[in-house]
């Protein structure tokens, strides 16, 4: 009906009604909190819906949690790249550490010019506030976060480190492999994920074949020590005492044959202004969150395998950290 005044069709909006007008708010959160837990397909089935009005309804859902999110004003943020697709498809994830959630999803790769988007969408007034950076050893990511925040301490992240260090441990033990023959060989095959995995995590049959492995190997077990006890640069509450640590540490490699190893050293030597960063107080920041939000994000995708909607996939990526309304 026109209005009498104006003349012009009008359409009441009731409070109570989804953006879906045949569903209540009410039951689009209902939906909403069921798809924080399980599959869009499940869901469907269990309250009798299509694909597409379960996917609607959680993304006006999570969209209503981003909006009574808290204020973006970070202090120490974490930064990483996240492979959304096969082929080198990535994008990138910044995260508040001190908030414990990501806060910006974005780019179109991971080069300088994407991350230079992070620092667009936040602004220069809370640019200026930034503190603290955690991020791996690419280039690009320290490039842009100079150029835009040069007061920013950057830290290189612990695990991304880590990760390094484990490749170079397999890398003896596949130059192992190849310089044994007969049965030796039997100790190291089929041993990768034993020697890589902490021995922590490792089960009494693990531990066993672990403790085999290293009685009959010496350079092996060389190698394995000193991937044990890396760890302990992160202690270190002075530089120099982290710096003392590391040169005992490197000089262990002396005489052991174990070139993978002597260049993770050097990979060391050229970051350590990164590395040696975490060591003062105040940038005792949780550098195990950007990993936590990396598995997060894996199994976001692989409950949401095929699924093409990007936008679906930022919101779940923000929203993942967030109390549910």
Same mark, same amino acid.
Request: charged share 30%.
């Given at each position: 009906?026109? !209005?009498?005044? !104006?003349?012009?069709?009008?359409?009441?909006?009731?409070?109570?009604?989804?953006?879906?007008?045949?569903?209540?708010?009410?039951?689009? !959160?209902?939906?909403?909190?069921?798809?924080?837990?399980?599959?869009?397909?499940?869901?469907?089935?269990?309250?009798?819906?299509?694909?597409?009005?379960?996917?609607? $309804?959680?993304?006006?859902?999570?969209?209503?949690?981003?909006?009574?999110?808290?204020?973006?004003?970070?202090?120490?943020?974490?930064?990483?790249?996240?492979?959304?697709?096969?082929?080198?498809?990535?994008?990138?994830?910044?995260?508040?550490?001190?908030?414990?959630?990501?806060?910006?999803?974005?780019?179109?790769?991971?080069?300088?010019?994407?991350?230079?988007?992070?620092?667009?969408? $936040?602004?220069?007034?809370?640019?200026?506030? $930034?503190?603290?950076?955690?991020?791996?050893?690419?280039?690009?990511?320290?490039?842009?976060?100079?150029?835009?925040?040069?007061?920013?301490?950057?830290?290189?992240?612990?695990?991304?480190?880590?990760?390094?260090?484990?490749?170079?441990?397999?890398?003896?033990?596949?130059?192992?492999?190849?310089?044994?023959?007969?049965?030796?060989?039997?100790?190291?095959?089929?041993?990768?994920?034993?020697?890589?995995?902490?021995?922590?995590?490792?089960?009494?049959?693990?531990?066993?074949?672990?403790?085999?492995?290293?009685?009959?190997?010496?350079?092996?077990?060389?190698?394995? $020590?000193?991937?044990?006890?890396?760890?302990?640069?992160?202690?270190?509450?002075?530089?120099?005492?982290?710096?003392?640590?590391?040169?005992?540490?490197?000089?262990?490699?002396?005489?052991?044959?174990?070139?993978?190893?002597?260049?993770?050293?050097?990979?060391?030597?050229?970051?350590?202004?990164?590395?040696?960063?975490?060591? !003062?107080?105040?940038?005792?920041?949780?550098?195990?969150?950007?990993?936590?939000?990396?598995?997060?994000?894996?199994?976001?995708?692989?409950?949401?395998?095929?699924?093409?909607?990007?936008?679906?996939?930022?919101?779940?990526?923000?929203?993942?950290?967030?109390?549910?309304?």
């Amino acid at each position: 009906m026109a !209005c009498r005044r !104006c003349g012009k069709v009008k359409t009441e909006r009731l409070e109570w009604l989804a953006e879906n007008p045949h569903f209540t708010r009410r039951f689009a !959160c209902h939906v909403g909190r069921l798809c924080r837990d399980m599959p869009i397909k499940r869901v469907a089935a269990l309250l009798h819906l299509t694909w597409d009005q379960v996917k609607d $309804l959680e993304k006006q859902y999570m969209q209503a949690i981003l909006a009574k999110a808290p204020a973006v004003r970070p202090r120490a943020i974490g930064i990483d790249e996240v492979a959304i697709r096969k082929r080198h498809t990535y994008r990138i994830v910044v995260s508040d550490l001190e908030a414990q959630r990501p806060i910006w999803f974005g780019g179109t790769g991971r080069k300088e010019e994407d991350l230079d988007q992070f620092f667009a969408w $936040l602004g220069p007034v809370k640019t200026v506030q $930034l503190e603290i950076a955690v991020m791996d050893m690419w280039k690009a990511f320290r490039n842009s976060t100079t150029r835009h925040a040069p007061q920013v301490r950057t830290i290189f992240d612990k695990f991304h480190i880590l990760r390094h260090l484990g490749e170079a441990l397999d890398a003896v033990r596949k130059s192992e492999y190849q310089r044994l023959t007969g049965e030796d060989r039997a100790y190291i095959k089929g041993q990768k994920y034993t020697l890589l995995s902490a021995r922590a995590n490792l089960d009494l049959e693990g531990r066993q074949a672990l403790r085999k492995l290293l009685k009959a190997n010496r350079r092996l077990q060389t190698a394995y $020590l000193l991937r044990e006890s890396f760890g302990q640069l992160w202690s270190y509450r002075r530089e120099g005492n982290a710096r003392r640590f590391f040169e005992h540490w490197r000089a262990q490699l002396k005489w052991q044959r174990l070139p993978s190893y002597q260049k993770f050293a050097a990979m060391i030597e050229r970051h350590w202004d990164g590395i040696a960063a975490y060591c !003062c107080p105040e940038n005792k920041v949780s550098l195990g969150f950007v990993e936590g939000v990396n598995n997060k994000i894996r199994v976001i995708q692989r409950r949401a395998y095929g699924l093409r909607d990007e936008e679906y996939l930022r919101l779940k990526i923000l929203t993942a950290f967030l109390p549910e309304l």
